[in-house]
């Protein structure tokens, strides 16, 4: 039997073993698709205890906790810290086969050196000893992300951030890991949802236009990419539940824009016909400025309606969507390559029944001598695990080329998640790895080697920084 989690953790072969050890482990992470808060970044926030780093804003961690039937108060609600970390301790041996389980060992063996399975017996001597190392001088977090080996950081962010804290960390000659916006439009793209024309306005005022047509929309989102470009962005981000295409036409464009300003709702070819215009203008963008476009779909969210009225969204009640949507992301994409103006782009479905369908049709885009010009997006979010990584990257590897992929990224509000590199850096090098044990490919440690760095590290690194 295997020790729990030890170094060899995840690697079943020698080979596995040898890429891990000696190429992968020390590459530093480029975390190009995060929310963390900038503002604790700027300030270098320290917290008073590991509930306040581990649990706050954590909504995988919730969905667990209310499934192993903790009751609300002990995990959004008045219970004091240490009672919520009780509940998370209780409920932590019940995550056998979640992500969670290993996720949650990985952080405390990495950042606390606590290597004893987590449970209710140990919850107390657990949480004394975090706390401990919590109070020491570097467990800040500019701290924590220093410890981590990360080089860069992209946070997601509106069109009408005024991005200080981006500035204040780019002005800090001693912390010397880049913090750069990305640009997330998404207000400016739902057309009917609830607060648009509030939205609109202040979008507006931000970039110094008054937007009542179409042509002033463009005006003031390209006035905020320039902004954006300024503080160093490279990559936007779009939320998309379900992608949507309709060819706009002028007219049509603004009468849905008027009627949206006025407070109106715009039936649904209207919407999409917005919707598209609005995606083909930025497509164009972003090719212009080498910014990456990536596209999020397949997300059912705020299922549950009495507990998004009483906590809002982002706090676990979220799901799989399954409409179709190929053929309107096909014609979008289409688009902007007959215009000559598809930027590099990364797509992620949250429905692993997607990868086949959005990595055959990523790569009918390659081409123009960009390496990996189309990605496949990492397992996102459900498929953030080690059964839905390996799905990505096979399916990657079998439809396109696996090492030509930007590798993992943290998706998280948490400074402790960078763990998550190493995780899928391990279920890389044992995927390879036993490709290389079956005689499926040559153990040729330099090439192999190689291609696993560039995976974790170099390959993100170029497509986002370089031409």
């Not at 963390?36 to 205890?49: C, F, G, M, P, S």
């Not at 949802?193 to 929309?217: C, H, N, R, W």
């Not at 279920?427 to 040729?444: H, K, V």
Request: glycine share 8%; hydrophobic share 40%.
């Amino acid at each position: 039997m295997k020790p729990f989690m030890d170094k060899d953790f995840l690697l079943c072969s020698e080979e596995a073993r040898i890429l891990y050890h000696e190429y992968a482990s020390s590459m530093p992470i480029i975390d190009y698709h995060c929310h963390l808060i900038t503002r604790q970044i700027a300030e270098d926030t320290r917290y008073n205890n590991i509930t306040e780093v581990w649990l706050g804003g954590d909504h995988y961690k919730w969905r667990a906790m209310r499934g192993n039937g903790v009751e609300e108060k002990y995990i959004t609600g008045d219970g004091s810290d240490y009672e919520k970390f009780e509940h998370w301790a209780n409920t932590m041996p019940y995550c056998i086969g979640n992500p969670l389980y290993h996720w949650t060992h990985l952080e405390l063996q990495r950042y606390f050196g606590v290597y004893e399975p987590l449970s209710g017996k140990n919850a107390k001597e657990v949480w004394e000893q975090c706390n401990r190392v919590l109070a020491s001088p570097d467990f800040t977090t500019r701290g924590l992300i220093k410890r981590s080996n990360v080089e860069v950081i992209c946070t997601t962010d509106d069109p009408i951030d005024d991005l200080r804290y981006h500035k204040q960390i780019a002005m800090n000659d001693a912390f010397d890991v880049a913090v750069l916006p990305s640009f997330r439009p998404d207000k400016a793209l739902n057309i009917n949802k609830p607060g648009f024309a509030d939205y609109m306005k202040k979008l507006g005022e931000t970039a110094g236009v008054e937007i009542k047509t179409i042509d002033d929309v463009y005006d003031a989102l390209s006035r905020r990419l320039d902004f954006f470009e300024s503080a160093g962005c490279k990559v936007s981000d779009h939320a998309f539940d379900v992608v949507t295409y309709e060819k706009p036409n002028l007219m049509t464009v603004n009468t849905a824009l008027s009627a949206a300003l006025a407070g109106d709702t715009v039936d649904g070819r209207m919407e999409a016909a917005y919707r598209t215009a609005i995606m083909l203008f930025l497509g164009a963008e972003y090719g212009k400025r080498n910014m990456v476009m990536q596209i999020h779909v397949a997300a059912l969210r705020d299922n549950n309606p009495v507990m998004y009225r009483l906590l809002g969204p982002d706090t676990g009640y979220d799901a799989i969507e399954d409409r179709p949507y190929a053929k309107a992301l096909a014609q979008l994409l289409g688009d902007l390559e007959d215009k000559g103006a598809l930027p590099k782009t990364i797509l992620y479905s949250l429905n692993p029944g997607d990868n086949e369908m959005l990595i055959a049709l990523a790569t009918c885009f390659n081409g123009g001598g960009v390496k990996g010009k189309m990605q496949l997006g990492s397992g996102w979010w459900f498929n953030d695990t080690k059964d839905g990584m390996i799905r990505q990257m096979t399916t990657l590897a079998n439809i396109g080329l696996l090492s030509r992929f930007v590798g993992m990224l943290t998706d998280s509000r948490s400074f402790l998640s960078y763990t998550r590199h190493e995780y899928f850096r391990r279920i890389m090098c044992n995927l390879i790895g036993s490709w290389a044990a079956d005689g499926e490919i040559p153990f040729d440690r330099e090439m192999l080697g190689t291609i696993v760095k560039d995976i974790s590290y170099n390959n993100a690194k170029e497509y986002f920084f370089g031409k």
